[in-house]
T-cell receptor, first 116, second 110 residues
């Protein structure tokens, strides 16, 4: 299975500031995905990060709030901008095992964000 | 868009009993259905998955069945053990992205 790491594992931030989360995959993948998991809730897809093109955002999520970078086939970042307490959540990245988007997806360990 | 629903938010069983968690989906084009297990404070872990060209898949105590006509798929856990206690998420692949259900909390009591 793909090995995925994230940094930081957790952070406590002040409202109005921004946090950039990094995701590293141990193999090249076409797509990487960013999810949000609010306390006691399921996983909600924020956006799909494609190498060489802009990220594709799901309904309710915008680039100004969650800018994403995908500089190469093994790495992506998600920034949570101008944070408010409502952004407190776990942010997870995922990637498929293989080259195809329909391949099994594995998750990083998540970043637990608390906004005060 | 895709709608993935779980029928039971919580499920409590006695150790050794079987547990079944059912999910429905709405998009008939969905062709891949994984189940993830998430323990408290940990990442979701894939436990089993099924593609639309088969009706059932087994892996030791875990199985998944798919009914394409009715658009639902189920997770079956036999001989449950306390370590099976966790939240289980179903998902359905639409185009390239997974849509997750709300999750079922399974509690296995000794």
């Amino acid at each position: 299975s793909a090995v995925i790491s994230q940094k930081p594992s957790r952070d406590i931030c002040q409202r109005g500031t921004s946090l950039t989360i990094q995701c590293q995959v141990d193999s090249q993948v076409t797509m990487m995905f960013w999810y949000r998991q609010q306390p006691g809730q399921s996983l909600t897809l924020i956006a799909t990060a494609n190498q060489g093109s802009e990220a594709t955002y799901e309904s309710g999520f915008v680039i100004d709030k969650f800018p994403i970078s995908r500089p190469n086939l093994t790495f992506s970042t998600l920034t949570v901008s101008n944070m408010s307490p409502e952004d407190s959540s776990i942010y997870l990245c995922s990637a498929p095992q293989g080259w195809l988007s329909g391949d099994t997806q594995y998750f990083g360990p998540g970043t637990r964000l608390t906004v005060l | 868009g895709e709608s993935v629903g779980l029928h039971l938010p919580t499920l409590s069983v006695q150790e050794g009993d079987s547990a079944v968690i059912k999910c429905t989906y709405s998009d008939s084009a969905s062709n891949y259905f994984p189940w993830y297990k998430q323990e408290l404070g940990k990442r979701p872990q894939l436990i089993i998955d099924i593609r639309s060209n088969v009706g059932e898949k087994k892996d030791q105590r875990i199985a998944v069945t798919l009914n394409k006509t009715a658009k639902h798929f189920s997770l079956h856990i036999t001989e449950t053990q306390p370590e099976d206690s966790a939240v289980y998420f179903c998902a359905a692949l639409t185009e390239y992205a997974l849509n997750f259900g709300k999750g079922t909390s399974l509690l296995v009591t000794p």
